[in-house]
């Protein structure tokens, strides 16, 4: 069992930069896949970012290419994510996942979750 906590969400103007944190715990991090997915309020939750754990690979959402940067250091069990030139836009909470064995985009593949942190992104 894998137990993953968000950290790193606060308010920030437009243009802004911002870094969460995923610090994972109870299992072997690097065994997954880490995912990161964002719910606005009244929408579903929609894949941002992917990185997988033997040969890197990273993964991006359309609407974050360029903008985000997603990260891993395994020997802290740790993941991150990296926003710049933030927008209203990307006003959500955000969520780490583990798994993305099958379509790193969907929610239903991944199988451990954190419980979010709010970002929000002020015009």
């Known amino acids: 069992q894998v137990q993953l906590v968000e950290s790193g969400g606060r308010l920030v103007q437009a243009g802004g930069s911002l870094r969460l944190t995923c610090a994972a715990s109870g299992g072997t991090f690097s065994s997954y896949q880490m995912g990161w997915f964002r719910q606005a309020p009244w929408k579903e939750r929609d894949f941002v970012a992917a990185?997988?754990?033997?040969?890197?690979?990273?993964y991006y959402a359309d609407s974050v290419k360029g903008r985000f940067t997603i990260s891993r250091d395994n020997a802290k069990n740790t993941g991150y994510l990296q926003m710049s030139s933030l927008k209203p836009e990307d006003t959500a909470v955000y969520y780490c996942?583990?798994?993305?064995?099958?379509?790193?985009?969907?929610?239903?593949?991944?199988?451990?979750w954190g419980q979010g942190t709010q970002v929000t992104v002020s015009s």
């Open positions: 996942a583990a798994g993305g064995l099958l379509d790193r985009t969907s929610q239903w593949e991944y199988e451990y």
């Open positions: 990185i997988t754990w033997r040969i890197v690979s990273t």
